[in-house]
């Protein structure tokens, strides 16, 4: 009875752990105040998400062809920001964007965490699972320096938006060759570690988790 009961327990707290982690490390974008990327051509210039309501609803979805935002036929999502709008969400105001973006990725990562477990049945691979993906670490091509040289790394990182006032960045790497491993060690807010050595506690530590493709494929590995 007991074993039983474990058995439902360990999963359920695993799946609140990962998910109010994932929570509090994306918490900032709460109060994020900028408009960035395609933003405008859904909020500031978008003539329907200023105007919920049953015109607008019918519009988004028969406009298949020619869609308000060019080359996009996305009508749930233009729901979801008509009724953001609805809750107060303006382009100086985008808590209520943001908050509905929070909550949607926290459902769909617990799903993943849920997921995992019923095809491997190891809470453990599930949890780490969650993480990867909640945390969104920005996956690249193997980072080669030609010289152990600290600035050749930061440029790089910071040619990725990377390493900037505040950050901390976590780069998993599937080899770690003496060039980046000496140039990584000047660097205070960047480690520089292999698959093996990537842990649940550092994916939450650091503020940005860069991993490259074929670690990516190490990791997937020994989660399965």
């Known amino acids: 009875m007991g074993s039983e009961r474990s058995r439902h327990v360990v999963p359920a707290i695993l799946i609140a752990a990962v998910t109010l982690t994932v929570a509090l490390v994306h918490r900032p974008v709460l109060t994020a105040p900028i408009l960035a990327f395609d933003d405008a051509l859904y909020i500031r210039d978008n003539d329907l998400v200023p105007n919920p309501g049953w015109a ?6 028969i406009e298949v062809l020619s869609p308000t935002v060019p080359g996009y036929y996305e009508p749930l999502s233009m729901l979801s920001l008509m009724g953001d709008y609805a809750m107060g969400g303006r382009a100086d105001d985008l808590r209520p964007f943001h908050r509905t973006s929070l909550v949607l990725h ?5 799903q993943i965490v849920v997921l995992t477990h019923l095809l491997f049945r190891n809470p453990w691979t599930a949890a780490m699972t969650g993480l990867l993906f909640g945390l969104h ?5 193997p980072i080669a320096l030609e010289a152990p040289k600290t600035k050749l790394l930061a440029g790089k990182l ?5 390493g900037g006032k505040g950050d901390s960045v976590l780069v998993i790497t599937d080899s770690l060759d003496e060039n980046l491993w000496l140039a990584s060690r000047n660097l205070a807010h960047v480690l520089v570690v292999e698959p093996k050595h990537a842990d649940p506690v550092s994916l939450v530590h650091f503020s940005k988790v860069l991993i490259t493709r074929p ?3 190490m990791v ?3 989660l399965g």
């Open 56 to 61: 607008s609803t019918r519009r988004v979805f």
């Open 106 to 110: 926290l459902l769909v990562t617990a």
């Open 137 to 141: 670490p920005m996956t690249i091509e």
């Open 158 to 162: 910071q040619a990725m938006g990377l």
């Open 215 to 217: 670690a990516l494929a």
């Open 220 to 222: 997937q590995e020994m």
